[in-house]
């Protein structure tokens, strides 16, 4: 059974950072991009970062470039995202996602439908 599990996720100030980290299992993921998207009430999920299968590429949101940072530990099976200068409208449920589509070595997907496996989601809250 393949499971994304995320943690990390809180309450903190505008301005305070925090990481999240999603902890793959049931299968490696070495292979393949990575990817982080958020989902605030009443919002379609979006986009905020992916990552390449070797970690040699990176792609962000407008909205968050400059600030958050996505990394991945292929030995351990996981990825991370390193969240800075955090603003309100960053208040979401944040979702680790995994695809198992390939489309060259530098394949970072921006889309949900590109993912194919999901993490139940972590709550981030910033408090302005």
């Known amino acids: 059974q393949v499971q994304l599990v995320e943690s990390g996720g809180g309450l903190v100030q505008a301005g305070g950072s925090l990481k999240l980290s999603c902890a793959a299992s049931?299968?490696?993921?070495?292979?393949?991009?990575m990817g982080w998207f958020r989902q605030a009430p009443g919002k379609e999920r979006e986009f905020v970062a992916s990552?390449?299968?070797?970690?040699?590429?990176?792609n962000y949101a407008d909205s968050v470039k400059g600030r958050f940072t996505i990394s991945r530990d292929n030995a351990k099976n996981a990825e991370y995202l390193q969240m800075g200068n955090l603003k309100s409208e960053d208040t979401a449920v944040y979702y680790c996602?995994?695809?198992?589509?390939?489309?060259?070595?530098?394949?970072?997907?921006?889309?949900?439908?590109?993912?194919?496996?999901w993490g139940q989601g972590t709550q981030v809250t910033v408090s302005s």
């Open positions: 049931g299968r490696t993921f070495a292979s393949h991009a």
């Open positions: 990552i390449s299968w070797n970690g040699g590429s990176t």
């Open positions: 996602a995994a695809s198992l589509r390939y489309d060259g070595p530098y394949y970072t997907p921006a889309k949900v439908d590109e993912y194919v496996y």
